[in-house]
């Protein structure tokens, strides 16, 4: 019963990080894309770790390019997406 687990965001802040988020470039594909795709990743937790009866699946929310399906890294190094090939 705990509504207030989020921390709340003032009407201030929510409006600054607005116009710093209209001032950010969108993040690109090393293609060039900037569209992405929502996709899920599956690992699995063996029923030795996990104390339960079967395997544990874990779904794991990744990003893949529309157009060259790689998936996008955010350790990918800004400076690497930006040049032009
Ligand atoms: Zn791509």
């Known amino acids: ?15 600054m990080l607005n116009s ?10 090393v293609c060039g ?14 029923k030795l770790i996990s104390g339960t009866s079967n395997d544990v699946l874990v779904p794991i929310p990744a990003l893949v390019c529309v157009k060259c399906n790689k998936e996008f890294s955010s350790i990918t190094e800004p400076e690497s997406v930006i040049k032009t090939p």
């Open 20 to 29: 710093y988020l209209q001032n950010q470039p969108f993040l690109k594909c």
């Open 1 to 15: 019963m705990n509504k207030n687990q989020q921390p709340e965001i003032t009407q201030e802040q929510a409006a």
């Open 33 to 46: 894309s900037e569209i992405f795709n929502e996709v899920t990743k599956l690992k699995r937790i063996s």
